[in-house]
Structure formats: C-alpha cells, structure tokens
C-alpha cells in the first residue's frame, strides 16, 4: 500500500476533489460512509482518510465528533476545499430541455436560484456524484445533476453552466486522519489543535473551561456541543484551536481545561492549511 487516499463517497464526489487537491497524484478510494473510509486507514488499505467536518453554508458535519474519537486516527492535517456546483447532463444537452435537478439535499438548498430560473423540479440525491451517475444510467435530456466538474468528467457529462451556487464562499473543511500521529515542532507559530472532552456536571465548568482559552489568549476556531452517548446530563464538546499544547499559553489553558473536566482527549496537533491565511 503507497499513496492511497480514502474518502465519502462516490468517484467525482467534493471529498474526491479533496483529495486529488490536497495529495495531487494520489490513488483516492471511494467509500460508502465515513466509517468505512476510517476503517479503511485503520486496516492498511489506505494510508490517509479525509474527513469532511463542516462546512460554511450547512455547518458542522455530526458523525465526526461521535467517529474519531473512537477511531484511533490521529489528525494530521486540515483542508479547504471550495465547492464549485456545475449543472451537467448528457452531451448535446440544451439546457432549456432540463425538467429534473438531481443533487445531494444539501446541494440543491444552495442552488435555489438556479431552481427558480430554470423553474425545474429539485430531486434529492444520496450523492453529488451518484446524481451524475444517476443521469449516465437514465440517458435522459430531462434530467441534470448538480455536481463538480471532476464528476462530469469522470462520466462523461457535459457542464451545461459552471458555478451555479447561490454563495460564492461555499466551502467545506477536511480533516485528514493517518495511523500514526505526526506533530509538529512546537514552536510552528502557525498549528492546530482538535480535542474532545466532557465538562464536570456542576455549576460554571463550562464558563471555567472555556474561560482557561480566553485568558491565555487562545483562539477557538471552533466548539461544537453534543451529548454524550447513554446519558441526557453529561455534554461533550468537540473544540478546535490556534496553538501547540506544549506552547505556554495552549498548555496552561489545557491544564485549566484538566481541573473542570473527565475524558480530554486530544485528536491531533497538524499544521494550519494556508487558507487560514490568505495573502
């Protein structure tokens, strides 16, 4: 096994361009779900996983804070990938001829433009991908899916209009998970720290918890709340910030974060994707 990145989904999906991006060269493995790409990694068929996390129109991806910390997968490395919807049909296709848009639910809420103009009907999708695939099967002029340009490619679809979402700044963040940890040098001014951990049930843990960052000057780039599985009255958070546990600041807000809280666990220490830092 060299070079074998596995992802979500099916050839062409957003996660696949991902991947291609992010590891140019690289062999991707398309997998049915997000634990399979996990195993995936976990058994030696692949050597990377890339994890969608959130994204800045539909928010927060939930299976990831229920998954990795269970995985055993370090983090190793974060990606932004800029989500660029096509409208792609058969070739030949007139785009007048289109009745049905097929997508992923998620795509078709940042398509609505392109919905109310065309005046067409919105289909739901399990996949960006598989609606391309979907259209291949039918070889209907009246049906289009929404997906990347690397889906009409891999099908042989035509791309009717490029970039047809409704927000220029869609955009989904990875996580990209390995075997093995792979930190970087603490004194790296430009790292991220993913953790998970469950505040003491008792008045103000979380106001003490959260308060350890604020006054050491550490940046959280983002809290996500979930309950903990088996119980209605222990919350867990998943928390993503600036900084490398061995910097003083970072180390005396996690040590703050030790005295209000049970289960910390730290998911990866990875360096910060240069989109956090645009030139």
């Not at 490029?162 to 430009?190: G, I, K, S």
Request: proline share 7%; charged share 20%; glycine share 8%.
């Amino acid at each position: 096994m060299s070079n074998i990145i596995a992802f979500q989904g099916r050839p062409g999906a957003y996660s696949d361009l991902a991947c291609r991006t992010a590891r140019p060269g690289w062999t991707t493995l398309p997998c049915p779900s997000f634990q399979a790409a996990i195993e995936a990694v976990r058994e030696g068929r692949a050597t990377l996983g890339m994890l969608a996390c959130e994204n800045s129109l539909a928010g927060r991806v939930p299976e990831i804070h229920a998954l990795l910390p269970e995985a055993g997968l370090p983090i190793i490395g974060e990606h932004f990938q800029r989500v660029e919807h096509c409208l792609i049909a058969l070739p030949g296709t007139k785009i007048e001829e289109v009745q049905r848009i097929h997508t992923h639910p998620v795509a078709l809420g940042q398509i609505r433009n392109l919905i109310r103009e065309l005046d067409v009907e919105p289909c739901s999708a399990f996949d960006t991908a598989g609606a391309a695939e979907m259209v291949v099967k039918w070889q209907s002029r009246q049906d289009a899916a929404v997906a990347s340009a690397l889906a009409a490619e891999l099908n042989g679809l035509e791309i009717l209009r490029a970039n047809v979402e409704d927000a220029a700044h869609n955009t989904t963040r990875f996580y990209l998970v390995a075997r093995e940890a792979q930190w970087p040098p603490a004194d790296d001014p430009r790292v991220m720290t993913t953790l998970v951990f469950r505040v003491l049930n008792r008045p103000g843990a979380l106001y003490q918890a959260l308060g350890g960052f604020a006054g050491n000057g550490v940046n959280m780039t983002r809290l996500e709340s979930y309950m903990s599985p088996g119980t209605l009255t222990a919350t867990g958070f998943l928390l993503d910030v600036e900084g490398h546990p061995d910097q003083p600041a970072l180390s005396r807000a996690l040590a703050m974060l030790q005295d209000c809280s049970e289960k910390i666990a730290i998911l990866g220490v990875y360096p910060a994707s240069p989109s956090r830092y645009p030139e």
